[in-house]
Nanobody
Framework: QVQLVESGGGLVQPGGSLRLSCAAS????????MGWYRQAPGKERELVAR???????NYADSVKGRFTISRVNAKNAVYLQMNNLKPEDTAVYYC????????????????WGQGTQVTVSA
């Protein structure tokens, strides 16, 4: 019943900006951490940014200073503001929710979104 849906991807020129959004739906009691990952063709999926429920963040070295992750716990949503985009940022971006507890259960599970394409090209 838990579902993550990403939006906001698209085609942008180098130096441009995009804002990705991800919302979790379902009978959710709580979510521990939420993050953004990306995967380019022929490469492994890699961490882009992650944020805990309390607001602690970490970023990949390649995006630090350009990307900002944030979340609104009351909406079960996470966002990624991407500025000064580079061609190397081109990838499918996936939203992940960790330690998701469904209402009425004591255990937590991880969920992935379907992915949204980000293409940076002149």
């Amino acid at each position: 019943q838990v579902q993550l849906v990403e939006s906001g991807g698209g085609l942008v020129q180098p130096g441009g900006s995009l804002r990705l959004s991800c919302a979790a739906s379902g009978s959710i009691f709580s979510i521990d951490a939420m993050g953004w990952y990306r995967q380019a063709p022929g490469k492994e999926r890699e961490l882009v940014a992650r944020i805990t429920r309390g607001g602690s963040t970490n970023y990949a070295d390649s995006v630090k200073g350009r990307f900002t992750i944030s979340r609104v716990n009351a909406k079960n949503a996470v966002y990624l503001q991407m500025n000064n985009l580079k061609p190397e940022d081109t990838a499918v971006y996936y939203c992940k929710a960790e330690g998701v507890r469904d209402t009425g259960t004591w255990w937590g599970s991880d969920y992935w979104g379907q992915g949204t394409q980000v293409t940076v090209s002149a």
